[in-house]
């Protein structure tokens, strides 16, 4: 088995100004490693051949050596081994930087495989001010890259003052304050998370302009409806426009502009186009002395205008439209693929059945994070109310009464009767003009001279059709039902109408 | 269905003409039938998730004071009503006028 040595700048061992600080913490981690090996189940460490890396650290030298084994990247169980050593040994700075009136603080420590983050080591006294703050390379962390460690997390219990100094700049108290006052705008804080409209993810209004809106509540039909009625109503623009345009055309510009400007027109486009035509109309205009034509050409020409500015007034709603629904998608999309993420990371660690210490914690930070997307996600679709649970309730329980269900009910049966009475009128109309054929044969037939059931038959069914009403439509019916191999549903369903 | 053969030789004939010309118009009649019973299904159903969305807005809007629910939401829901009818009434002329055409 090859040992390699590799060479480790000495990262805690004094500075410039203070050339002794530290030494002491040293010499604690490592007479602390050297009790800790003794310590070790030393019959798990045989038979799974694993050698213990060591930490040399003299003290008044600038370099720490590690011995590095090959073989411990395949052997998973090592990591556990090298834990319980990293553990006590932080645990020990931790206990011996209290006595001495200071706080050791680790975080940051890479969490999963190939991370390249940069851990830190900050030493800050009792108040919590930063007196040391230290970068960790990673090669000179003695783990093999990939290697998850989280025992660095746990060796200080997190408090309260730990999220916080997640954001602390390290260069001192002046940004500390800044960044204080700075997180009372984070618009979602949820166990100790902070989230929000700074994250440029989910920057909302802030990241898609100030129209930014939350996601439309209304269901596929009205916005299907609403679609509809845009379309139509454009169509209709549109249509007004060509007929008008069309007409002028055929009216005016043939005789008016003549060949020679229309041919000068058809070379121009877009804007240059409108504004030459405006100015052969302008000049027209100006020498146009009949008084009646020069009305009439304004008028048409005032039609056309105002056509064109209600067009281009409603693309640019049905543009803004399109324009704000394609935000509103880009934002839900980021979201989405964040809480996709979270979701697959909270998979893996069930996955590997929380084998590492700290996977359990990491779990359920994840599961808070996703309680927390969803939660941003539910504010910018508005279904999150500064009303308290109770308050919530009880505005339901008030829109639930029996007296609100049964206007409810007045205003839906309301709405029946009007659409059946509608129906029915649709229903007749068209029904009088397809049985007209019909109603012409029956006709033809009885000048002819019926007799028996068939003239009793035509009778009733002309009289009706003559009366109108109720007896039209029981007339038409039974005769088209009688016929028919699918019964008219009309019939029933009007009949309860009456 | 109509027994023809109750009728004369003649009147059977006539008879069969009708029958042949409403067989020619009963498909419409019959698309017609569907239409309308879709744009009055359909329109019933928007207006209960229409009042659904009523109730969601108004219980969670911060303008509308507790006491001031039941008036803003009977407000609301007949509001609702007149759009959606005045929105099925020009749907049913509409239809009638493709049959006009």
């Known amino acids: ?498 | 269905m109509i027994n023809l053969e109750k009728f004369d030789p003649k009147e059977k004939e006539i008879l069969e003409e009708i029958i042949a010309v409403m067989k020619k118009v009963e498909p419409e009649l019959h698309d017609l039938d569907n239409k309308l019973e879709f744009l009055e299904e359909s329109s019933l159903s928007e207006f209960e998730m229409k009042a659904k969305e009523i109730k969601e807005t108004l219980i969670y809007d911060e303008t509308i004071p507790e006491e001031e629910l039941e008036t803003a939401y009977i407000k609301e829901l007949e509001n609702a009503k007149e759009e959606i009818f005045a929105n099925a009434k020009q749907r049913f002329l509409e239809i009638e006028k493709e049959y006009q055409e």
């Open chain 1, 1 to 498: 088995m090859s040992i390699e040595k590799i060479p480790i700048k000495k990262e805690h061992s004094g500075s410039k100004n203070d050339p002794l600080k530290n030494k002491e913490i040293l010499s604690v981690l490592k007479n602390r490693k050297k009790e800790s090996l003794k310590n070790l189940d030393s019959k798990y460490l045989v038979e799974n051949k694993i050698e213990i890396p060591s930490i040399e650290a003299e003290s008044g030298h600038d370099s720490i050596e590690v011995e590095k084994v090959e073989s411990a990247v395949e052997n998973v169980e090592k990591k556990k081994t090298l834990a319980k050593v990293f553990k006590m040994m932080t645990t020990a700075a931790t206990e011996v930087a209290k006595k001495a009136g200071k706080v050791v603080k680790m975080d940051g420590w890479p969490h999963k495989k190939n991370e390249k983050k940069k851990s830190s080591a900050k030493i800050v006294d009792m108040k919590g001010e930063v007196v040391k703050e230290e970068e960790m390379k990673e090669a000179e962390s003695t783990v093999p890259p990939g290697w998850y460690i989280p025992i660095l997390n746990e060796t200080v219990a997190p408090d309260e003052t730990e999220s916080e100094s997640k954001t602390e700049s390290p260069e001192g108290l002046d940004d500390f304050d800044k960044e204080e006052s700075f997180e009372d705008d984070y618009r979602f804080v949820y166990k100790g998370f902070k989230y929000g409209d700074e994250d440029e993810r989910f920057a909302g209004e802030r990241k898609y302009g100030k129209d930014f809106v939350a996601k439309s509540k209304k269901n596929a039909f009205s916005k299907w409806a609403e679609k509809k009625k845009d379309n139509k109503q454009r169509r209709k623009i549109i249509k007004e426009y060509k007929n008008n345009v069309k007409k002028l055309n055929d009216d005016y510009f043939k005789d008016l502009l003549g060949e020679k400007r229309i041919q000068e027109l058809r070379r121009l486009s877009g804007d240059n186009k409108k504004m030459r035509e405006w100015e052969m109309v302008s000049e027209i205009l100006s020498d146009e002395r009949d008084p009646i034509k020069r009305k009439k050409i304004e008028r048409k020409m005032e039609i056309r205008n105002r056509i064109d500015r209600e067009l281009s007034r409603k693309s640019e709603y049905i543009r803004e439209g399109v324009d704000l629904r394609r935000k509103r998608r880009m934002y839900s999309r980021e979201i989405e693929k964040e809480m996709r993420a979270t979701k697959s990371e909270m998979e893996d660690l069930k996955k590997s059945k929380f084998r590492l210490p700290g996977d359990k914690e990491d779990y359920k930070d994840l599961k808070t994070k996703l309680e927390m997307l969803k939660k941003i996600e539910r504010e910018k679709e508005n279904k999150v109310s500064k009303f308290s649970k109770e308050q919530l309730a009880r505005r339901k329980a008030r829109l639930e009464t029996p007296e609100m269900r049964a206007v409810f009910e007045r205003y839906r049966k309301e709405l029946k009767n009007d659409l059946l009475t509608a129906g029915k009128k649709t229903f007749t109309g068209v029904l009088t003009i397809l049985s007209k054929p019909v109603l012409g044969l029956i006709e033809g037939a009885r000048a002819g001279g019926f007799s028996g059931a068939l003239e009793g038959f035509s009778e009733g069914f002309v009289d009706g059709f003559i009366k109108g009403g109720g007896d039209l439509l029981k007339a038409t019916f039974s005769l088209f039902n009688a016929l028919a191999v699918i019964p008219i549903k009309a019939g029933v369903r009007y009949a309860i109408a009456y």
